[in-house]
């Protein structure tokens, strides 16, 4: 896959020693009941701000050639191309930032946009009239930054694993940091993290492995879709 720097993938940093004792607890994700809709009310439309026409009809138009260039690229149609991610970006450079060594020669106004086609994630850059594809990595090299931002199911665990901590530490959200987020496949039913005296079930289980950290201290999340155990790895 072409890229103007080549694929980068996020250095997993090796966990250090869980200071939390080891537990089975499984924390499954609240369930959210379907609220009944409130009855059709007529309500003023609020006036525009213009400028944020103009940014709307810019990231349509990013994303449009986003889309025609990746599906170029591969082959593909553009409505196979899902966009996991659109956001405003000054650039340093005429480069958008893709080459190592960015000649700074100013504020340029663009977009960061993230491309997702199946397990693979295309990391683009753009200013008001062109777009550079920087990056090429797939889920499983994926930063946890870009991983959070096209996958929301990962994004829901790792919420619900920060929540626990805490819960559990008595800390705040800002003291929480994500230190990794790979998805998963476990052996069995014990996610990685078998209890002694308890039996498990062979069975292969998608799901996530998160590391959080607060302070120096960091904190395993083995999980599945639907739900997370905190665990001490071997």
């Known amino acids: 896959m072409a890229a103007c720097t080549p694929t980068s993938g996020a250095e997993t940093p090796l966990p250090t020693r869980v200071l939390l004792p080891p537990t089975a607890t499984f924390t499954p994700l609240p369930v959210t009941p379907t609220a009944t809709p409130a009855p ?10 213009p400028r944020e026409q103009n940014d709307s009809a810019m990231q349509a ?21 899902s966009i996991g991610l659109v ?22 106004p663009g977009y960061r946009v993230l491309a997702q086609v199946g397990e693979a994630v295309y990391e683009y850059h753009t200013d008001q009239q062109r777009v550079r594809l920087c990056v090429a990595t797939t889920l499983l090299e994926a930063p946890p930054d870009v991983l959070l931002r096209v996958d929301p199911v990962a994004a ?3 919420t619900l694993a ?6 559990d530490l008595n800390v705040s959200p800002e003291a929480i940091i994500v230190r990794d987020v790979q998805p998963q496949t476990w052996e069995d039913s014990s996610l990685g993290c078998p209890q002694p005296g308890q039996s498990y079930t062979d069975i292969r289980t998608d799901g996530y492995r998160i590391v959080l950290a607060v302070g120096e201290d960091e904190y395993i999340f083995h999980t599945t879709f639907d ?7 071997a």
Do not use: F, H, K, Y
């Open 61 to 81: 138009e990013m994303i449009a050639l986003v889309r025609a260039d990746l599906a170029a690229r591969l082959g593909t149609s553009p409505e196979a191309i």
């Open 40 to 49: 059709p009310t007529e309500t003023p439309l609020p006036t525009s701000d």
């Open 156 to 158: 829901e665990l790792v």
């Open 162 to 167: 920060r929540r626990r901590l805490e819960q």
């Open 87 to 108: 956001e405003a970006v000054q650039w340093r450079s005429s480069l958008l930032d893709c080459a190592s060594r960015n000649p700074l020669d100013g504020e340029i």
């Open 227 to 233: 739900g997370i155990t905190l665990c001490e790895e």
